[in-house]
């Protein structure tokens, strides 16, 4: 089929899962955009599904270009033939540069007449540089003040006249406690009852600090209420905030994404508190770079969340300061003696990063309880583990990472044989289908030739075996008894090999092979069931494995239930310390300086005689 007779929402796809991301982690446009610029202009059939991943999120950086998309976008609101307004679903902006400050000449941008231009819009987040952990430590962008308010009313105005119905919403408590603001951490109740807010599915925290805000209230109050004015929240990300238990005893019960990204003071016991009595529907599960965090609340996880597929737990942690080390975890175990995880049985993605602090007992039985509860997981597809054994010899490491390793990918690794090749296009599985009937079609012609050819031979041969059939058979020796155990009679039959042959295939038809019996072996004597040094399998003298033997100790472990059905099995067992930024062994290699290449022992200069001096 060619492309360009493909439906719409299959290109959209394909466009869309090409180009993603179009911008980077530092909000820097990637070579995605002019791509989808490029596929756009190859044919009528890619256009719109071209300018569809395009706009579906446009960049917005640098400030230069968001102004040109406000400018589009009014210019253009009157076009019969595309609505580029229309296409937008969501909003994501780096506000320091785009709404705070002027650059390069250009005014801080006004969202509330882009909002108005974007009658589709489902999200809007906004951004600082300050949230990213590279800028953040190098002390930049860390002045969030400017002359204009990010959070105006003329952009709330905008949702409301547009009745745009949100379904994803960023509030950023850096840029909402502004002088300017319009709407401060103590209105963010009022915005929450408004209609177009009312539809809200994902709302993101950032930056949200604990303790008393404003006339003595916490703002861990302040922002429960607000949460629980969504009636249609389901998920719910902090970053860089202050999660306690205090807030997390307040959340609303049907969550079903809970996010918790970089916030200090979350601990265990706070959060086995939360998921016991309100993770009966919690589904996704991320928490990464929680410093206060260890993995005690895996003890009940089975029975608090019995509907989890999804949990994701990154244990690195990153400074803010280069001149002190504040990148260890502050608690003092990763799991406490005795404390075995449990796993919901709805789990399909597990994802446990720079796991340490632990002891190989620890280890030994987190990684057990993988193991023990492969038959209760079906739906597991993917497991990564990555952990550390620093306090350990490298011998012990070493055999407990190759055990391990080897056992989890035994267990629920997919060995599945790779898709078949005639089933790639339907033309090519035509074609299989055809030799596959020709095939047959000559095998069966064969199989009636050969009975037709072994009829005739028996036939002909008839009455060359009634003449030789003698009625008594000879006497056997000893020698001949004891070589053959068949009560079939004899044949007299001459020497020849000819004669022989024939009669092997006329009388082997219905006789069965002779079998020679099998002598008598001595067992070695078995050691007892409680020496250490025994094995579980008796050998006999000739080296056969009798089969009522016990069994060893890898027969044992034949018996683990095997799973699997993962694509993916990582499972990364060293001794490295989690950094910031692993290196590497290319960042340590030497690059040489372009034109201090080897010398090949070949000078040619100009006005060279060939002589050093």
């Not at 401060?184 to 929450?192: F, I, R």
């Not at 059939?469 to 006497?475: E, F, I, K, L």
């Amino acid at each position: 089929m060619p492309w360009p007779t493909l439906p719409y929402h299959i290109l959209l796809a394909i466009f869309d899962y090409a180009s993603r991301p179009l911008v980077n982690d530092m909000f820097q446009p990637t070579p995605s955009i002019n791509w989808l610029y490029r596929v756009a202009l190859c044919c009528k059939a890619f256009v719109e599904p071209a300018l569809s991943a395009l706009y579906y999120s446009p960049p917005l950086h640098p400030p230069s270009r968001a102004h040109r998309l406000l400018s589009h976008l009014a210019t253009r609101i009157d076009t019969p033939t595309i609505h580029y307004g229309a296409k937008i679903k969501y909003l994501d902006i780096e506000a320091s540069s785009t709404m705070l400050h002027k650059f390069l000449g250009w005014d801080p941008l006004d969202i509330g007449a882009l909002v108005s231009l974007t009658p589709q819009l489902r999200g809007v987040a906004l951004h600082l540089y300050s949230d990213n952990l590279a800028w953040r430590k190098s002390g930049r962008s860390r002045n969030v003040t400017g002359s204009k308010a990010v959070y105006h009313r003329s952009m709330i105005t905008a949702l409301q006249q547009n009745k745009i119905m949100l379904q994803d919403w960023t509030w950023n408590h850096s840029l909402a406690k502004q002088s300017q603001s319009a709407f401060p951490l103590t209105q963010m109740k009022g915005v929450h009852m408004m209609p177009p807010f009312q539809t809200l599915r994902s709302l993101t925290l950032v930056n949200y600090p604990a303790g008393p805000i404003e006339k003595g209230r916490l703002c861990e109050d302040m922002l429960a209420e607000a949460i629980n004015l969504l009636p249609k929240l389901t998920d719910l990300h902090f970053h860089m905030s202050s999660v306690n238990d205090r807030l997390l005893s307040k959340l609303p019960h049907n969550l079903q994404t809970l996010e918790i990204v970089e916030c200090p003071v979350l601990k265990s016991s706070s959060l086995d508190g939360f998921l016991a009595a309100k993770g009966v529907n919690m589904r996704h599960l991320i928490l990464d770079h929680n410093q206060s965090l260890n993995l005690s609340f895996l003890t009940y996880l089975a029975q608090s969340c019995p509907k989890l597929e999804i949990l994701k737990a990154d244990l690195r942690y990153f400074g803010t300061l280069n001149v002190t080390r504040d990148t260890d975890p502050k608690y003092d175990v990763l799991l406490l003696g005795g404390q075995k995880p449990t796993w919901p049985v709805a789990l399909r993605s597990l994802e446990l990063f720079h796991l340490r602090r632990w002891d190989f007992q620890t280890a030994e039985l987190f990684f057990s309880s993988l193991t023990e509860s492969a038959e209760l997981l079906p739906d597991l597809r993917q497991l990564k583990i990555k952990a550390s054994l620093d306090e350990s010899g490298w011998r012990e490491r070493i055999a407990f990472r190759d055990n391990w390793t080897e056992k989890l990918q035994r267990v629920f690794l997919r060995r599945s044989p790779p898709p078949s090749s005639h089933l790639k296009s339907i033309s090519a599985f035509q074609y299989f289908k055809s030799q596959q009937k020709k095939g047959k079609m000559a095998v069966w012609e064969e199989k009636r030739q050969t009975l037709t050819r072994n009829k005739a031979s028996i036939l002909s041969n008839e009455g060359t075996v009634q003449a030789n059939r003698v009625d008594v058979a000879p006497q056997r020796t000893a020698k001949d008894t004891s070589e053959s155990d068949s009560d079939a009679p004899l044949v007299k039959v001459r020497r020849s090999t000819r004669a022989k042959t024939q009669k092997e295939d006329m009388y082997t038809l219905s006789e069965s092979p002779p079998i020679r019996p099998k002598a008598p072996r001595r067992r070695r004597r078995r050691k007892g069931s409680d020496d250490s040094s025994s094995e579980d399998s008796a050998i006999d003298d000739d080296g056969i494995l009798q089969p009522d033997t016990q069994r060893t100790s890898i027969d044992r472990e034949a018996d683990l239930y095997v799973q699997g059905l993962c694509d993916v099995v990582d499972v990364l067992i060293d001794n490295l310390r989690p950094t910031e930024e692993q290196l590497k062994e290319d960042d340590f290699l030497d690059e040489e300086v372009s034109g201090d290449e080897d010398w090949n022992g070949d000078d040619d200069m100009p006005g060279d005689s060939g002589y050093a001096w």
